[in-house]
C-alpha cells in the first residue's frame, strides 16, 4: 500500500511510552491440530522481529510449568531503530492464572532497564530503574490480568495460552508494566494456514482490540494448535514478530486459494520468485494477466487487514478466461532475494522476468500479456512497460500515483497533519523536518539534521528510488493501452491521481488518447472494498473483505476488448 510520509511517524506513534503498542505484539501462537489441554504447551522457541519486511531483532522464549504454575522466561536483542536488549525477562503465574511477579533487566539506547513487579491483593507494585533513575509504581489491577512490558514478546505466550480457548467477545485484562491496565477483547476469529517447504500449519488469526488511553490497537494474534505463540502483526505499523519454523524465506501465509491454484518458482536474478498461476478452464492459448502487489512486504495475494486483494483478483480474472500469473515479492514468503535491497527499478526487474517466462510458455498467448499493479505495483508496471513495449502489450494502473514519490510523501503528511490538534508551527515543523529527511535521502548530504533514529529508517535504497520516481518521465516512454482504476474513496492514493495519469496517457505519441481508459468506482477504497469514509484508520472494522465486483467487472471488461478470449 502506498503510505510513504508513515514510514517515520507510524513507527514512533506506536512505540510511544506512555500508550504503549509495542507491548500489544506478542499474543500470536502457531501449530498443528490436538485438542486444548490434551497437549504439552511447555517448550521453547524462537522468534524474528521484522519492521516493513526487514529483520530488526531476535528472541528466544522457554514456557515452563514448574509445581502446576506457569513461567515464561526470555532474552532478546532488538536492533535500530529501537536498540533494545535484554537479558532476563521472567514472569510468574499460579495454576490459574494469578499474576505474581515479574522481573526484567536490559539495556535501551545503551541505558540500563531493571523491573520488579510483584502482584497481591488486586495490587501491582514495581520498581523501576532507568537511566540511574529510580522509582515505585503502585497500580489497581485485576487478579488474572496479562503482564506486558513493552517490547519483550515472551510476554505475549501468555496471551497466546489464555487466547487459544477464547471466543469472539471474551476480554482480557492487561497490565502494561509498569503503566496501567487496559482492557484488551477478541473482536474475530479467523482459521489460517501457512506453508513451508516441508509443512502446512493450521493457525488462528485472532483480532484483538487493545483499548489504550489514547485509542484502540488493532493487532493481530495467531495461535497454534497447542496454544503457543506463532506470529503477531501490527498492519498499520508493518510490525511483525514470527516464529523461526514460519518466518523462512519459504514460509508463505496460505491467505487465499483458488481451485486452480498452481505453483511455479520463477528464474529472477540470481534467485527464483515464487508464484501462483490460475489457469482458465476452456480456453485454448489464453491471454496472460501478470498481477504486482504494492508497497512493502507483500506476498502474492497482497493481504491487507485480511483482504487478499491480488488474490480475488486472480481468481475472477481467471474464471473470466485469463491465464492469471501473481508471486511473491522477492525477499517475501518462498521468494529469494534480499528485501534491503530494493527498489522500484529491482522490482521492475523482477516483472521482466516474470514475463520473459511466461513467453516461453507453450500454453498461452504470448503476443496478448498485461500487466495490472496495485498502487506501486501501478508504478512497477508502467517502468518495466516502458522497457518491453513489443512484451507487455497492456498496462491496467490500480490506485496508482500519478506525481513523484517525493510529491505523494508531501501530500499524505499533509492530510495526516491536517488531522491532528496541533498549532501550526509545530505542524510546519514536521513538514520542515520531513524536507530534510527527503533531501538528505535524494543528495546522500545534510544527515546530521535528521534525529539518526529517522535516517536509520528513510536511508534506503527503495526510499529514495520512491521519492524519485516520475510517472510523467515513464509514462511518455509507453506506447500500450492504459486502464485506469481508482475507488472515488480512496484517501492514500486520491482519485486526483488518476486524472493526472490520463492527462500524461493522453499527451503520448506513441498511444492516441482512445487508447487510455479511466473508471473511477463510487465508494471504494484503496484496498478496493467498499467503505464507508476511505479513511485508513478504518480498515481495521470494514465489515465487507471482499473486492468490489465493479472494479473487477471494469477490469475484465477492458481486457476483453484489448484481448478478446478465445475459446
Not at 377 to 404: D, H, Y
Amino acid at each position: 500500500m502506498v503510505r510513504y510520509w508513515g514510514v517515520m511517524k507510524q513507527w514512533f506513534r506506536h512505540l510511544s511510552v506512555g500508550l504503549v503498542a509495542f507491548t500489544m505484539w506478542s499474543a500470536v501462537p502457531a501449530g498443528q491440530s490436538v485438542q486444548a489441554g490434551q497437549e504439552d504447551q511447555t517448550g521453547g522457541a524462537v522468534f524474528t522481529v521484522f519492521l516493513r519486511g526487514q529483520r530488526i531483532g531476535s528472541e528466544e522464549v522457554t514456557v515452563t510449568r514448574p509445581s502446576g504454575g506457569w513461567v515464561v522466561t526470555a532474552t532478546g536483542r532488538t536492533g535500530p531503530p529501537l536498540e533494545f536488549s535484554f537479558d532476563k525477562f521472567v514472569a510468574r503465574y499460579g495454576a490459574d492464572w494469578q499474576t505474581q511477579s515479574l522481573e526484567v533487566s536490559g539495556q535501551m539506547r545503551g541505558q540500563g532497564l531493571l523491573l520488579n513487579t510483584g502482584f497481591s491483593g488486586g495490587t501491582a507494585t514495581s520498581d523501576v530503574v532507568q537511566a540511574g533513575k529510580q522509582a515505585r509504581l503502585t497500580h489497581r489491577v485485576s487478579a488474572d490480568t496479562i503482564a506486558l512490558p513493552n517490547n519483550f514478546y515472551g510476554a505475549y505466550e501468555v496471551l497466546a495460552l489464555r487466547l487459544h480457548t477464547a471466543q469472539a467477545g471474551s476480554g482480557f485484562p492487561i497490565y502494561v508494566a509498569p503503566q496501567a491496565e487496559v482492557q484488551a477483547t477478541v473482536m474475530k476469529i479467523t482459521p489460517r494456514r501457512m506453508e513451508t517447504s516441508t509443512s502446512k500449519y493450521e493457525l488462528r488469526q485472532f483480532d484483538v482490540s487493545f483499548q489504550n488511553p489514547g485509542g484502540a490497537l488493532q493487532v493481530e494474534v495467531w495461535v497454534d494448535a497447542r496454544g503457543r505463540l506463532a506470529r503477531l502483526a501490527i498492519p498499520v505499523a508493518s510490525l511483525a514478530v514470527v516464529r523461526d519454523d514460519l518466518s523462512g524465506v519459504m514460509s508463505r501465509l496460505d491467505s487465499f486459494s483458488h481451485p486452480r491454484d498452481e505453483a511455479a518458482f520463477i528464474p529472477a536474478n540470481g534467485f527464483s520468485l515464487a508464484a501462483s498461476i490460475t489457469k482458465p478452464e476452456g480456453v485454448v492459448k489464453p491471454p496472460v494477466v501478470i498481477l504486482v502487489s504494492g508497497s512493502g512486504p507483500q506476498d502474492r495475494d497482497e493481504t491487507v487487514f485480511g483482504i487478499p486483494i491480488l488474490g480475488q483478483v486472480a481468481g475472477r480474472l481467471s474464471d473470466a478466461g485469463f491465464f492469471v500469473v501473481r508471486y511473491d515479492k522477492r525477499g517475501v514468503g518462498q521468494s529469494g532475494g534480499r528485501i534491503e535491497s530494493t527498489s522500484i527499478e529491482a522490482y521492475a526487474e523482477d516483472l521482466r522476468g516474470v514475463v520473459n517466462w511466461v513467453r516461453r510458455r507453450k500454453d498461452v498467448d504470448t503476443n496478448r500479456v498485461a500487466v495490472v499493479g496495485h498502487s506501486e505495483g501501478g508504478s512497477v508496471a508502467l517502468l518495466a512497460g516502458s522497457q518491453m513495449r513489443g512484451q507487455i502489450r497492456a498496462l491496467g494502473l490500480v490506485a496508482t500515483p500519478g506525481q513523484t514519490g517525493r510529491e505523494i510523501t508531501a501530500m499524505q503528511q499533509r492530510r495526516a497533519l491536517d488531522k491532528l490538534q496541533e498549532p501550526e508551527s509545530a505542524k510546519q515543523e514536521k513538514i520542515a523536518l520531513q524536507n530534510r529527511i527527503m533531501d538528505a535521502v535524494i543528495s546522500g548530504t545534510g544527515w546530521e539534521s535528521v534525529p539518526p533514529e529517522m535516517r536509520r529508517q528513510s536511508d534506503t535504497a527503495w526510499f529514495r528510488s520512491w521519492l524519485l520516481f516520475d510517472p510523467a518521465l515513464v509514462v511518455r516512454r509507453t506506447n500500450q493501452p492504459i486502464l485506469l482504476l481508482q475507488g472515488s474513496l480512496d484517501t492514500q492514493v486520491p482519485p486526483d491521481q488518476a486524472d493526472k495519469l490520463e492527462a500524461l496517457a493522453n499527451a503520448r505519441r506513441a498511444g492516441p488518447a482512445a487508447a487510455t481508459r479511466k473508471v473511477v468506482v463510487p465508494g471504494v477504497n484503496h484496498l478496493l472494498v467498499p467503505a464507508r469514509t476511505g479513511e485508513v484508520e478504518e480498515y481495521a472494522s470494514l465489515p465487507v473483505k471482499t473486492v468490489s465486483a465493479e472494479i473487477t467487472d471494469a477490469l475484465i471488461s477492458w481486457l476483453k476488448e484489448v484481448f478478446p478470449v478465445k475459446r
